[in-house]
């Protein structure tokens, strides 16, 4: 037995390249149901049918709409399956959401990219794809999926970090286990000893500024026998961490804070890395 007529419209898609069509013609955003339309089918949203219903005639051949616009369910059928590919198709996003949620979908999608941080390097791909060129192409070191608290070894200049099981609630209740939260651990020699920032590497990280803060706990403790003055040095810093895309290059570190591990502090001074303890959390604002 075929399928009730609505069932069968609503499982067609069709792929729509050009979307103009699936536009509102007043205000230019995508059709989304309700749609509504004159008595000659001109279409328009819901929004603008509220503002322009005291007019009482439609926008486009001026008939009359003094009972108020009606219903264009044909549009909706059509705009429900209207599908557009991802504009980070490119990037690996195979995900074809319907045209009206296109904008929705980008907020979100996984696969949105973010930049190289290599000096002179072009590279431009998802954090995924970014980690996995970092680390093939640079030789960055990398460290994957590990639980907070956690010891890293930072060597000098780029060091990543991917953290898991990350996102948690005001009472420290983990609520989200999906997705991985990438990092860059800068250490940069300085006269007086290494300083070290810390930065996430997210491609929502405009949207994330207003829903999420990243904060982060660096701690470095070193007994120091061998040095006359000093037995043990303890250090420990509550950071906010910053977010970007990196599409702008590093952000710039002269006005930010950076953890400074003294020199005279190191065990060994001529040590090529050093043991800093890290504590990283994602909490929903
Ligand atoms: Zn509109
Ligand atoms: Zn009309
Ligand atoms: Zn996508
Ligand atoms: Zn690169």
């Known amino acids: 037995m075929p399928p009730p007529k609505h069932q069968h419209l609503k499982m067609k898609t069709m792929m729509v390249e050009d979307t103009g069509a699936f536009d509102c013609d007043i205000c230019c955003h995508p059709l989304k149901p309700p749609i509504f339309q004159c008595n000659e089918g001109h279409a328009l949203c819901s929004s603008?049918?509220?503002?322009?219903?005291?007019?009482?005639?439609?926008?486009?051949?001026?008939?009359s709409t003094r009972g108020g616009y009606r219903r264009c369910r044909a549009m909706e059928h059509l705009v429900e399956t209207a599908h557009v590919e991802c504009l980070n198709a490119a990037h690996g996003c195979d995900a074809k959401p319907v045209y009206y949620d296109l904008a929705s979908h980008r907020q979100v999608c996984p696969h949105a990219p973010c930049h190289c941080p290599g000096k002179g390097c072009s590279f431009v791909g998802s954090t995924k794809k970014l980690?996995?060129?970092?680390?093939?192409?640079?030789?960055?070191?990398?460290?994957?999926?590990?639980?907070?608290?956690h010891e890293v070894c930072l060597g000098?200049?780029?060091?990543?970090?991917?953290l898991d099981r990350?996102?948690?609630?005001?009472?420290?209740?983990?609520?989200?286990?999906?997705?991985?939260?990438?990092?860059?651990?800068?250490?940069?020699?300085?006269?007086l000893g290494r300083a070290i920032s810390v930065f996430c590497i997210h491609p929502h990280h405009k949207k994330w500024r207003s829903s999420k803060a990243v904060k982060c706990v660096l701690t470095y403790s070193q007994s120091v026998p061998e040095c006359k003055l000093l037995v043990r040095h303890h250090l420990q810093s509550d950071l906010c961490v910053d977010c970007t895309d990196l599409s702008n290059g590093?952000?710039?570190?002269?006005k930010r804070f950076m953890f400074v591990v003294p020199n005279s502090a190191l065990?060994?001074?001529?040590?090529e890395a050093i043991n800093v303890t890290v504590d990283i959390s994602i909490c929903n604002i």
């Open 48 to 63: 603008c049918s509220d503002k322009l219903a005291t007019t009482g005639k439609c926008h486009v051949c001026g008939t």
């Open 131 to 149: 980690l996995d060129h970092v680390s093939r192409l640079h030789g960055w070191p990398c460290t994957i999926k590990i639980m907070m608290p």
């Open 156 to 162: 000098d200049g780029f060091n990543f970090l991917v």
């Open 166 to 191: 990350l996102v948690v609630n005001g009472s420290g209740t983990v609520i989200s286990t999906t997705g991985h939260f990438l990092f860059l651990l800068n250490v940069a020699r300085q006269p």
């Open 250 to 254: 590093l952000p710039h570190t002269e």
């Open 267 to 271: 065990g060994d001074k001529d040590e």
